[in-house]
């Protein structure tokens, strides 16, 4: 546990949160800022900065648990879709420094736009890229 984080202090019960689901390695709750209704975040216990810190074991547990808060939350809410979102670093998007996976339950209407604008792309473009990472 890092004493810094806001996450650590949440995700260990120090600060108070609506709390959707707790176990010995896990916190899932309703996120301050929501993009929708039900908004809520998968907190690991221990501290993993990002992805790249997260224990395989742990990323594992954690895609786990967010497959059962989707069926429980879509059940309950009445979403008609859902977007899971993780993001890693300032540049995509990380302002909280403790890994979260974001659960957005998604409904008619609701507002929210999370995409990207596609770029185009040439068949020799992506074979350099394919050979840039497995090459
Ligand atoms: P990130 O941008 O790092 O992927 O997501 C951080 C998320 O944490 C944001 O959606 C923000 O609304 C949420 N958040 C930040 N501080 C708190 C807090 O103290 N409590 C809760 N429940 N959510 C928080
Ligand atoms: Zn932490």
Known sequence: MDTNCIFCKIANGEIPSKTL???ERFRVILDLGPATKGHALILPKGHYAN???LPEEVAGETMKLAKKMAAKMTERLKCEGFNLIQNNGDLAGQTVFHFHLHLIPRYQAD?????????EVTQEELEEIKNEIVG
């Open 51 to 53: 992805l790249y810190e």
């Open 21 to 23: 689901y707790e176990d």
């Open 111 to 119: 507002g929210q736009k999370i995409g990207w604008k596609p770029m």
